[in-house]
């Protein structure tokens, strides 16, 4: 069946890095736009970061200049770079992928994709 699996994921002191991986079995992940997205307790998921089949990106706001997506598309592997980690950056890490025609295509919104991962955790705190 289709899945993705991330890893990754600890605990780590603020301003440490961390680097996620996001692998995909069942599909070729070529065909699709992959995205980052995190939930913290009691708040909704948010976007993080996408990366479309053409190779542009986006990134939230909260995460710009310290988190990279990026692919390997040999590996059929989704990454998330992540830098300078906060304690705000606290947070179950999912990836996700929606099946797109369109090469740019690169949102943030959840409800674009239809394949999720199972959640990594990251934990930011001294």
């Known amino acids: 069946q289709l899945q993705l699996v991330e890893s990754g994921g600890g605990l780590v002191q603020p301003g440490g890095s961390l680097r996620l991986s996001c692998a995909a079995s069942?599909?070729?992940?070529?065909?699709?736009?992959r995205g980052w997205f995190r939930q913290a307790p009691g708040k909704e998921r948010e976007g993080v970061s996408c990366?479309?089949?053409?190779?542009?990106?986006t990134y939230a706001d909260s995460v710009k200049g310290r988190f990279t997506i990026s692919r390997d598309n040999a590996k059929n592997t989704v990454y998330l770079q992540m830098n300078s980690l906060k304690p705000e950056d606290t947070s179950i890490y999912y990836c996700?992928?929606?099946?797109?025609?369109?090469?740019?295509?690169?949102?943030?919104?959840?409800?674009?994709?239809?394949?999720w991962g199972q959640g990594t955790q990251v934990t930011v705190s001294s």
């Open positions: 990366i479309s089949r053409s190779g542009s990106t």
């Open positions: 996700a992928a929606v099946f797109t025609t369109v090469q740019a295509m690169c949102v943030i919104g959840p409800r674009p994709y239809g394949y």
């Open positions: 069942g599909f070729t992940l070529d065909g699709y736009a």
